[in-house]
Nanobody, 127 residues
Framework: QVQLVESGGGSVQAGGSLRLSCAASGNSYSTSYMGWVRQAPGKEREGVAAIYTGGYNGNSYYADSVKGRFTISQGNAKNTVYLQMNSLKPDDSAMYYC??????????????????WGQGTQVTVSS
């Protein structure tokens, strides 16, 4: 059984930064891919960043909307993933979920393909 626990959300003004953390427990194969998916009220779910945790230099993936502003990384413990969010905009406000799975598909940008999900952490960016 895989459990994902997020932390680090909060409120910040536009242009500010936040760092989200996700700690995974359970089968490491099941968390070969870990990512962050967000959803704002009235909007569709959106994958923002993902990383392959199975190797030494995990390939990372980003939604166009966050490229150059967000960075996903692994901690020294492979089961920990971070999302550094810089130059935040009000449009970034959403519930952010840590997600994980053994497979990775093109549907990740819509939040598809992840088998495990955390409870979510709220990010609010004010103008």
């Amino acid at each position: 059984q895989v459990q994902l626990v997020e932390s680090g959300g909060g409120s910040v003004q536009a242009g500010g930064s936040l760092r989200l953390s996700c700690a995974a427990s359970g089968n490491s194969y099941s968390t070969s891919y870990m990512g962050w998916v967000r959803q704002a009220p009235g909007k569709e779910r959106e994958g923002v960043a993902a990383i392959y945790t199975g190797g030494y230099n995990g390939n990372s993936y980003y939604a166009d909307s966050v490229k150059g502003r967000f960075t996903i990384s692994q901690g020294n413990a492979k089961n920990t993933v971070y999302l550094q969010m810089n130059s935040l905009k009000p449009d970034d406000s959403a519930m952010y979920y840590c997600a994980a799975g053994a497979q990775f598909t093109a549907g990740w940008v819509r939040g598809h393909g992840f088998a495990y999900w955390g409870q979510g952490t709220q990010v609010t960016v004010s103008s």
